[in-house]
């Protein structure tokens, strides 16, 4: 079955305390990202890589890392998490689209909710 | 700023009526617009999508209009079921070969009442 797979689920943690979200997925694709969801704020990308050792930064990267060292995966890394950190975080692959422009659309996993206090 | 908004956070219909959603942006660059659906306690799929060289695009009970002059798109769902009660994206992207970053709007609820 194809699918995005992300761990945990849940986590609570404390502020300070290193973290990673894992995110692998089983359809070989080039192009991965992660997103947070806030309340009010919709979905904003955090970081996303186009292929495996290239990364580059959405619109909201303060606070985290990411590494691609293999295709199928893409860990969120947070080295000292803060309570603003605190949201539900979605990592996502598809299809990179290519010289043509037509863009792919993105599977997502199942959504990971970080609390930190 | 948000680039793309979704004014209405939610909206009920009753079952076989029309549901209609509505999203704007502000990017002129953006020529890729998205409709993703969101069940609770999982992550979004994918909907419909359009590109800004047609206006209308359509597959099955979902049809996604876009009107480029004034920075605005909207699904319609004929007939509205039930299990079409969902949160739902819009998003835009800029078709620059190799990229793919998404732009979300905050989602619309929508509660299709039996």
């Known amino acids: 079955e194809a699918q995005v797979t992300q761990n945990p689920r849940y986590l609570i943690t404390v502020t300070g305390k290193k973290l990673t979200v894992t995110c692998s997925q089983n359809?070989?694709?080039?192009?991965m990202s992660w997103y947070r969801q806030d309340p009010g704020l919709g979905l904003r990308q955090i970081y996303y890589s186009m292929n495996v050792e290239v990364t580059d930064k959405g619109d909201v990267p303060e606070g985290y890392k990411v590494s691609r060292k293999e295709k199928r995966n893409f860990p969120l890394i947070l080295e000292s998490p803060s309570p603003n950190q605190t949201s539900l975080y979605f990592c996502?692959?598809?299809?990179?689209?290519?010289?043509?422009?037509?863009?792919?659309?993105?599977?997502f996993g199942p959504g990971t909710r970080l609390t930190v206090l | 700023d948000q680039q793309v908004k979704q004014n209405s956070p939610s909206l009920s219909v009753q079952e076989g009526r029309i549901s209609i959603l509505n999203c704007d942006y502000t990017?002129?660059?953006?020529?890729?617009f998205l409709w993703y659906k969101k069940y609770p306690a999982e992550g979004p799929t994918f909907l419909i999508s359009?590109?800004?060289?047609?206006d209308k695009n359509e597959d099955g009970r979902f049809t996604v209009f876009l009107n480029k002059s004034a920075k605005h798109l909207s699904l319609h769902i004929v007939p509205s079921q039930p299990g079409d009660s969902a949160v739902y994206f819009c998003?835009?992207?800029?078709?620059?070969?190799?990229?793919?970053?998404?732009?979300f709007g905050t989602g619309t609820r929508l509660t299709v009442i039996p």
């Open positions: 359809m070989n694709h080039e192009y």
């Open positions: 998003a835009a992207s800029v078709s620059e070969a190799g990229a793919n970053n998404l732009f």
């Open positions: 990017n002129s660059m953006f020529d890729y």
């Open positions: 996502a692959s598809s299809l990179s689209s290519g010289a043509s422009g037509i863009k792919k659309s993105e599977f």
């Open positions: 359009i590109s800004s060289i047609k």
